[in-house]
């Protein structure tokens, strides 16, 4: 049984094949959570496949393989597995293997290889294994396209591909937007940076009080009860005591991490999706890999500086399903203030420089009623009182205990242009150059006039003189020359002659 692919999946296949036909081997695609990568990559796979080429798909985690794996099946392609107390099939053209275990094993031949969860591909294990396959051509899938300090992936991938916008997908109906609900941010004052996060121990002892967790159990008890939803714990005593108070107040609560017997972890969440459960809590364990489309609510109990992470913990309550129309996204971090809304359009590039993701409105707090809306709202759409400029200070855990409010009147952004209207601005002020006479500098500062950033490789290797002398026609750009030379005949008297 195989899969109907939307338009926009559709497209996506056919601008990976163009970016491929253009010589690029290192390719990144760009898919929101929720977008069907997986559905994506595993018909590139079978069509590989059937024309007798081989493939490998690399996953970091055994819920990534079980998941690639599975629509492999449904494609109908046939393909080995490789993973820890597995023996190795050799026979099928494709196999789907844990980073950890080919580590130690044989190489299997390759002329395609996928790597699920892309933005992980920096790491020393993947780039050991890429190193083994110098020949093959290396598509790499990711909704997070940067790594948590913000960099782009330039290091690994020449070109990147963006399947689908949020915004699309929103439309669409295939995924569904956050409510979301936010308290006081905690006091994080002197938490230590380490390895572009915050430092766990220094982060445990702000968010791990009586205080902070009972107003998640508070909360959840307002709030969700009544959805089904996960919560995002700083570390596993903090995720333990986030159970204990849940409990307390009537919930029907369990925790899980990375050392949780794969058994239990697969069995506790089986009992969620079937209402047994009605909340897990959890640690860095389904930020990835995990699909539960009628989850009801995210539960964010963990202040984070990686976008990348924020966007994978809120997505796990995007997906669509039948009555669902939105998912409750409750921070108690500040992380929406921090990184934006979860669902946002974000600008992608695989620029390598340290850089803003892109700039997050600031908000303000209406003093009278405490709705939390954009900065640039005057007035508060609740109690139509006057909103002061916030002043900027950093309040505490102890005074987060209050109620939640539901962010609301987002700012309507325009959602950021894609790759494909950024190549095309690129071509044209190339051509505006080109036809003057002028350094092709020109369109790279015209780009980072209007982008923000410099356009990178992908961009620029758009440009060829035969699409130029199109665009010429296209957007009339009349050389610079010829324009003055118009203007002074039409400022001379007639017969005159020009100067």
């Not at 109907?4 to 959570?33: E, F, K, N, S, W």
């Not at 916008?165 to 937007?177: A, F, K, N, Y």
């Amino acid at each position: 049984m195989s899969f109907t692919l939307h338009p926009y999946q559709h497209a996506g296949i056919d601008a990976i094949r163009q970016a491929m036909r253009a010589g690029h081997r290192r390719i990144l695609a760009v898919c929101p959570v929720g977008g069907g990568k997986t559905v994506v990559f595993s018909s590139i796979l079978a069509a590989t496949a059937a024309k007798g080429g081989t493939g490998l798909v690399l996953v970091h985690r055994e819920e990534l393989l079980d998941q690639a794996s599975d629509k492999l099946t449904r494609w109908g392609v046939p393909h080995g597995v490789i993973k820890a107390g597995r023996k190795a099939d050799s026979r099928w053209p494709v196999q789907v293997a844990s980073v950890q275990s080919l580590l130690r094993r044989t190489m299997p031949p390759a002329q395609l290889v996928v790597i699920d969860e892309a933005h992980r591909t920096m790491a020393t294990s993947y780039r050991v294994l890429l190193d083994r396959l110098p020949h093959a051509r290396i598509l790499g899938f990711t909704a997070t396209p940067y790594r948590t300090d913000g960099r782009g992936l330039g290091d690994v991938f020449t070109e990147l591909v963006e399947i689908a916008t949020p915004s699309q997908l929103l439309e669409l109906g295939i995924l569904v937007p956050p409510r979301v609900f936010a308290p006081s941010a905690p006091d994080l004052a002197g938490v230590r940076t380490t390895a572009g996060d915050y430092n766990q121990k220094d982060l445990v002892l702000r968010v791990d009080t009586p205080r902070l967790i009972g107003s998640v159990a508070e909360h959840w008890g307002r709030l969700v009860r009544g959805r089904l939803a996960v919560a995002f714990a700083a570390s596993i005593e903090h995720s333990r005591h986030l159970v204990s108070a849940l409990q307390g107040v009537g919930a029907r609560a369990a925790h899980l991490d990375a050392q949780t017997d794969p058994d239990v972890r697969r069995a506790t969440l089986e009992q969620l999706a079937r209402g047994e459960i009605e909340v897990i809590s959890n640690v860095g364990l389904i930020t990835e890999g995990w699909d539960l489309p009628q989850l009801g609510a995210v539960i964010v109990a963990r202040p984070t500086q990686s976008a990348s992470l924020w966007i994978q913990m809120c997505g796990r309550g995007a997906r669509a399903h039948e009555g669902k129309t939105d998912y409750l996204l409750v921070d108690h971090a500040g992380n929406v203030q921090r990184h934006g809304f979860p669902d946002d359009d974000r600008l992608h590039s695989l620029e390598t420089a340290t850089r803003r993701l892109r700039p997050v409105p600031s908000l303000r707090t209406c003093s009278l009623c405490f709705m939390v809306v954009p900065a640039s709202v005057a007035t508060c759409p609740d109690c139509q009182q006057p909103l002061a400029v916030p002043q900027e200070r950093e309040r505490t855990p102890e005074s987060v205990s209050g109620e939640l409010v539901e962010l609301q009147d987002r700012p309507q952004r325009p959602p950021s242009p894609s790759v494909q209207q950024r190549q095309l601005d690129y071509l044209r002020w190339r051509a505006e150059a080109w036809i003057n006479g002028w350094k092709p500098g020109y369109a790279s500062h015209r780009y980072h006039e209007k982008y923000g950033i410099w356009p990178v490789k992908m961009i620029t290797g758009a440009w060829d003189e035969a699409r130029a002398l199109e665009l010429v026609a296209e957007f009339d750009l009349i050389p610079r020359r010829v324009q003055l030379g118009r203007l002074r005949e039409a400022r001379m008297p007639s017969g005159e002659a020009l100067p």
